[in-house]
């Protein structure tokens, strides 16, 4: 395992000084919403909230009128009731659906504070959601403390606020198959997507080094395919290929069937969608360690203890093919996203090469080579799920073998394959690695970092990237449906580590996908993160300083 020694003083050192500066109430000078909203005006005075303070909404708002008042509860020890109607002359926070405002979209909403009330209106139930968020973020930041805090006079500053995203896609990758990641823990990153008003968590689930997802039909995917009997130590080039060093001890897990439904359920009523991935074709040597027969390795093989990419690939046998539809049936039963991600990324081909029965596949099917035998699979694979009225997505790979016409791009290897997906009329999500690599360094100085695979991108690298190219032209740029952060794991074996690669990019990338181009300011950014970090810190998170080495 990899330390995180060197991350953790540097917070603390960051954190201590803030807690000097943690007790103090909400004013206008202290606004500091992230992601920046549309349009924001600040009034004179504050509105206080009291025990006495009453949540108003109508029967269909119920539940996110109960959400709120749990959210205001530990910190300020206040019970507050939530009422289809208000007694006169009661401070109340009223949450409203306003057909009205239906050009705000599906996640817009207005926010306006008076002293005597603050309003929530918002065409759909989501807009009330982000509405809350930002109502969180303009009390003091002690609010998201979980446990009573006596000294803090909890007042809202009176504002005017109309916001809507700018995409529709704002999400971040989270691999737990290099590191399996502990389920508390990913419930605890979907809070954090929340609090930076991202909707999509894509979670990597399938891979050489690693097969987390339950499927009842084949159950040796878990028994064999979630265990390694080790990991390499440090990086895999830096060391000689005959000298690689182990450190001996088994790793794995794997998710459950009923752990899925509650985590997919936990996002769900926060409006995150969950998005996984299964790794196809290649990727695949955890899959083909449980089951021999599904590639073309001639020996058994173990679980891939190593980083890189294994030339383990799926074969094209219909045997194979059947399996993969089977696992993706039972993805889609756990799974309700519109989208289903099949990988398709890196997919070595020597085995294909080198197989009689996937150069007579070729042949039959009147294919010019391997990359249009993975064109083929997919768009089988993408056909099959538009037949379950899902759609697939894939990593920009997919393109070179031909796409089916409801296939989406998620773009990684620069922008180019968006751009070309675009304009090819298919959707994008934009993950160039130079901008929304969250394992890349943060600092040039990696010396003093943990270490991590390479690459530079610092926080400022991921405010200031435009998801839609100047490459692209205008009309396809409605195609580009939004970006996301990548956090694989190879050299992130612990969530404070993982936080301390995400955060504050994450907090970047939010803006990045939600704030209108126009109204992005990085100075004001960092500003506004100054007090949004104190917010971090009672959340526990092990973000990287802003001070930390550069």
């Known amino acids: 395992?990899?330390?995180?020694?060197?991350?953790?003083?540097?917070?603390?050192?960051?954190?201590?000084?803030?807690?000097?500066?943690?007790?103090?109430?909400?004013?206008?000078?202290?606004?500091?919403?992230?992601?920046?909203?549309?349009?924001?005006?600040?009034?004179?005075?504050?509105?206080?909230?009291?025990?006495?303070?009453?949540?108003?909404?109508?029967?269909?708002?119920?539940?996110?009128?109960?959400?709120?008042?749990?959210?205001?509860?530990?910190?300020?020890?206040?019970?507050?009731?939530?009422?289809?109607k208000a007694a006169a002359g009661i401070a109340s926070i009223e949450l409203r659906l306003d057909k009205s405002l239906e050009r705000l979209g599906e996640e817009g909403y207005q926010l306006n504070v008076s002293p005597r009330k603050v309003s929530i209106r918002a065409p759909k139930p989501a807009g009330i959601f982000y509405a809350c968020q930002s109502l969180?973020?303009?009390?003091?930041?002690?609010?998201?403390?979980?446990?009573?805090?006596?000294?803090?006079?909890?007042?809202?500053?009176?504002?005017?606020?109309?916001?809507?995203?700018?995409?529709?896609?704002?999400?971040?990758?989270?691999?737990?198959?290099?590191?399996?990641?502990?389920?508390?823990?990913?419930?605890?990153?979907?809070?954090?997507?929340?609090?930076?008003?991202?909707?999509?968590?894509?979670?990597?689930?399938?891979?050489?080094?690693?097969?987390?997802?339950?499927?009842?039909?084949?159950?040796?995917?878990?028994?064999?395919?979630?265990?390694?009997?080790?990991?390499?130590?440090?990086?895999?080039?830096?060391?000689?290929?005959?000298?690689?060093?182990?450190?001996?001890?088994?790793?794995?897990?794997?998710?459950?069937?009923?752990?899925?439904?509650?985590?997919?359920?936990?996002?769900?009523?926060?409006?995150?969608?969950?998005?996984?991935?299964?790794?196809?074709?290649?990727?695949?040597?955890?899959?083909?360690?449980?089951?021999?027969?599904?590639?073309?390795?001639?020996?058994?093989?173990?679980?891939?203890?190593?980083?890189?990419?294994?030339?383990?690939?799926?074969?094209?046998?219909?045997?194979?093919?059947?399996?993969?539809?089977?696992?993706?049936?039972?993805?889609?039963?756990?799974?309700p996203s519109k989208f289903i991600h099949t990988g398709g990324d890196e997919a070595i081909k020597i085995q294909w090469k080198a197989s009689p029965e996937a150069q007579a596949r070729i042949k039959e099917l009147g294919l010019k080579n391997e990359e249009e035998l993975q064109g083929y699979i997919i768009r089988s694979l993408s056909e099959f799920l538009t037949s379950k009225g899902r759609r697939l997505i894939g990593w920009d790979e997919i393109l070179e073998g031909g796409l089916a016409p409801n296939a989406a791009v998620m773009s990684w290897r620069g922008e180019k394959g968006g751009i070309a997906a675009a304009k090819a009329g298919h959707d994008v999500v934009m993950a160039p690695t130079n901008y929304t690599y969250f394992d890349y360094y943060q600092s040039k100085d990696t010396a003093r970092e943990p270490l991590a695979i390479g690459g530079y991108v610092p926080l400022e690298v991921v405010y200031k990237y435009e998801p839609v190219p100047q490459e692209m032209p205008a009309e396809f740029a409605r195609h580009v449906l939004g970006a996301q952060g990548q956090l694989w794991t190879e050299y992130m074996p612990d969530p404070k580590h993982i936080e301390y690669m995400a955060f504050p990019r994450i907090t970047a990338l939010s803006e990045v996908t939600w704030t209108p181009q126009e109204r992005k300011d990085y100075p004001e950014f960092l500003e506004r993160l100054s007090t949004h970090l104190k917010r971090l810190y009672i959340l526990d998170v092990n973000y990287r300083p802003l001070e930390g080495p550069r």
């Open 1 to 84: 395992m990899i330390s995180c020694e060197k991350t953790v003083p540097l917070s603390l050192l960051c954190l201590a000084c803030l807690g000097s500066a943690i007790h103090s109430s909400a004013g206008p000078k202290s606004i500091s919403i992230i992601p920046k909203p549309v349009q924001m005006s600040v009034r004179d005075g504050v509105f206080h909230l009291t025990p006495a303070t009453v949540i108003v909404t109508s029967k269909s708002l119920s539940s996110e009128g109960r959400q709120l008042s749990a959210m205001l509860s530990p910190a300020t020890g206040f019970a507050l009731e939530v009422r289809n």
């Open 136 to 335: 969180r973020q303009i009390l003091p930041p002690e609010i998201f403390r979980e446990a009573l805090v006596t000294n803090v006079e909890w007042t809202i500053p009176c504002v005017q606020i109309e916001d809507y995203p700018r995409f529709r896609w704002r999400g971040a990758l989270l691999d737990s198959c290099r590191h399996f990641i502990p389920r508390e823990f990913v419930k605890k990153f979907i809070d954090l997507l929340v609090l930076h008003k991202m909707n999509s968590f894509h979670w990597h689930l399938t891979d050489d080094q690693g097969w987390r997802i339950e499927i009842k039909k084949y159950p040796k995917l878990t028994e064999i395919g979630a265990w390694r009997k080790e990991t390499l130590v440090g990086r895999l080039k830096d060391n000689d290929a005959k000298d690689l060093k182990y450190d001996g001890r088994p790793h794995g897990g794997f998710y459950t069937q009923d752990d899925i439904r509650e985590i997919v359920e936990y996002a769900r009523v926060r409006n995150v969608n969950v998005l996984p991935e299964i790794e196809i074709p290649g990727h695949a040597q955890a899959a083909v360690a449980a089951y021999p027969e599904l590639g073309y390795a001639g020996n058994p093989v173990e679980v891939l203890t190593k980083w890189g990419i294994s030339e383990n690939i799926f074969s094209v046998s219909e045997g194979t093919i059947r399996f993969l539809k089977d696992v993706l049936t039972e993805v889609m039963a756990l799974f």
